[in-house]
């Protein structure tokens, strides 16, 4: 298994900022892609930033040159910095991994456990 651990969020005003973090653990194999998904109440879960490995990334349009998505192979981890922050991303934010395990060739898909942004108007 693959264990995803979040950190950061929290409460913040309009046009401020904040980081999340995350790290990933586990028998892992190979870690493909990594990134943020964000769900509001009574939204659908939707893609914010993925990276891949190799540096590609793919960034949600609605918060394209606000939010910056990397990622640290060596260490399994991933952050997004999120500036400009509007109430409309408000919503609670999911750690993503595409990994391989040690034990299986089989690639599945982990989350985390999932981490509240307020932003404030």
């Known amino acids: 298994q693959v264990q995803l651990v979040e950190s950061g969020g929290g409460l913040v005003q309009a046009g401020g900022s904040l980081s999340l973090s995350c790290a990933a653990s586990?028998?892992?194999?190979?870690?493909?892609?990594m990134g943020w998904f964000r769900q509001a109440p009574g939204n659908q879960r939707e893609l914010v930033a993925l990276i891949t490995r190799g540096g590609s990334t793919n960034v949600a349009a609605s918060v394209k040159g606000r939010f910056t998505i990397s990622r640290d192979n060596a260490r399994n981890a991933v952050w997004l910095q999120m500036n400009s922050l509007k109430p409309e991303d408000t919503a609670v934010y999911y750690c993503?991994?595409?990994?391989?395990?040690?034990?299986?060739?089989?690639?599945?898909?982990?989350w985390g456990q999932g981490t509240q942004v307020t932003v404030s108007s």
């Open positions: 993503y991994a595409s990994a391989q395990l040690v034990t299986t060739p089989t690639t599945r898909d982990y």
């Open positions: 586990g028998s892992i194999f190979s870690m493909n892609s």
